[in-house]
C-alpha cells in the first residue's frame, strides 16, 4: 500500500512537501462476499452467505455479533468445522416485508489484538412483486395493435 500527502511547511523556499508512507499490509481475514447483498421480491426467500476464512498468520474467535440497526435483518452464525474447512459462515436473511432499499452493519467482534472487530456491509432491495402479464394492463402501443 502506498499512500501520498500534502504538507504545509513554515520553510518560505519550500512552502509545501510531499510525504509518501509505503508498506506491506497483510490481511487479518478472508470475507467474501465483502458485502451481502439481499435483492429479490417482496415476500419472497431472500438471503446472502458470506464466508469469514482467519488467515493462518492471525487466528482469531468470533466471540460476539452485534447489528448497527437490524431492522430489516436476521442473521445467523455458524461456527468453523471440517464441513466449512476452518471458515466462518455468516447467514444473512431479509426480514422486510415491503418493497424498498435498505443499508445496515453486522460488526463481528473478535479475540484478536490485532484487529478487534470485523465489519459486513449489509444492502437491500426488496422489489415489489410483478404482476402477471394477465393482469397487467395493456399499453396504447399494444391496444393498437
Do not use: C
Not at 53 to 72: E, L
Amino acid at each position: 500500500m502506498k499512500k501520498t500527502i500534502s504538507v504545509q511547511t513554515d520553510d518560505p523556499k519550500r512552502p509545501w512537501a510531499t510525504l509518501t508512507m509505503a508498506g506491506k499490509v497483510h490481511a487479518f481475514a478472508t470475507v467474501a462476499p465483502r458485502y451481502a447483498r439481499l435483492n429479490g421480491p417482496v415476500g419472497g426467500e431472500v438471503n446472502a452467505l458470506v464466508r469469514i476464512t482467519p488467515m493462518q498468520a492471525y487466528p482469531f474467535k468470533i466471540t460476539d455479533v452485534k447489528v448497527r440497526s437490524g431492522r430489516h435483518i436476521d442473521y445467523e452464525l455458524v461456527e468453523p468445522s471440517a464441513d466449512t474447512q476452518g471458515a466462518y459462515l455468516l447467514k444473512v436473511t431479509n426480514t422486510k416485508k415491503e418493497a424498498g432499499r435498505y443499508a445496515d452493519t453486522i460488526i463481528l467482534k473478535t479475540d484478536s489484538k490485532v484487529r478487534g472487530e470485523l465489519k459486513v456491509g449489509v444492502y437491500g432491495y426488496i422489489s415489489a412483486k410483478s404482476k402477471k402479464k394477465a393482469d397487467r394492463k395493456p399499453t396504447a402501443a399494444q391496444k393498437n395493435s
